[in-house]
Nanobody
Framework: QVQLVESGGGLVQAGDSLRLSCAAS????????MGWFRQTPGKEREFVAS????????SYADSVKGRFIISRDSAKNTVYLQMNSLKPEDTAVYYC????????????????????WGQGTQVTVSS
């Protein structure tokens, strides 16, 4: 089992950047594929970005492609989401997720694949 704790959210203006972090507990971080999702009130949680367990593959939602970058540091048991050129429509609670028993080079975009979730961090982008 793994526990996930997100940080780095906040209030920024349109065009600014933020970096979210997700710290994972346990010694098996390198065996998990990781993902970031987001949710706004009244809407389903949606995929943002994911990275394979070996860091070789990434996947992005079309809405963030070219602006967001996902990365992982196995030495620190941490996955990051660098968010650039933020827009008001990026406002949401952002969740980190972990998928065990992942294929080495696969990045998973489907929410149902993920077994573990963090508590979320709020990102608010003002216009």
């Amino acid at each position: 089992q793994v526990q996930l704790v997100e940080s780095g959210g906040g209030l920024v203006q349109a065009g600014d950047s933020l970096r979210l972090s997700c710290a994972a507990s346990g010694r098996t971080f390198s065996s998990y594929a990781m993902g970031w999702f987001r949710q706004t009130p009244g809407k389903e949680r949606e995929f943002v970005a994911s990275i394979s367990l070996n860091g070789a593959s990434t996947s992005y939602a079309d809405s963030v492609k070219g602006r967001f970058i996902i990365s992982r540091d196995s030495a620190k048991n941490t996955v990051y989401l660098q968010m650039n050129s933020l827009k008001p429509e990026d406002t949401a609670v952002y969740y980190c997720a972990a998928k065990p028993q992942a294929y080495r080079g696969r990045a998973y975009s489907e929410r149902t694949y993920y077994d573990y979730w963090g508590q979320g961090t709020q990102v608010t982008v003002s216009s």
